[in-house]
């Protein structure tokens, strides 16, 4: 959740950057940083740019459209239920 009211509050061009993508303790997979860093990125194809992903991941915003607005909704519900 904060990296979702973070990268909203972000200008486009700026940097989001999360920690510990590789840490891997044998937890179950919603307690796994990369789980939830892959499903963030998913939401906000096309909005990011991916600039580094190692042990930390850096993604740029390139868009500034938010998912609420009608292109983007549209957008991925095609993604989500391709006809």
Request: aromatic share 14%.
């Amino acid at each position: 959740m904060d990296a979702v009211i973070s990268f909203e509050m972000l200008s486009e061009g700026g940097h989001i950057i999360f920690d510990d993508y590789e840490w891997n303790k044998k937890l179950d997979a919603p307690m796994i940083p990369r789980t939830a860093i892959d499903a963030f990125l998913a939401v906000y194809e096309g909005r990011v740019r991916v600039l580094h992903k190692e042990w930390q991941v850096i993604a740029k915003k390139v868009s500034c459209q938010h998912l609420y607005e009608k292109s983007f909704y549209d957008a991925q519900v095609k993604l989500a239920y391709p006809e």
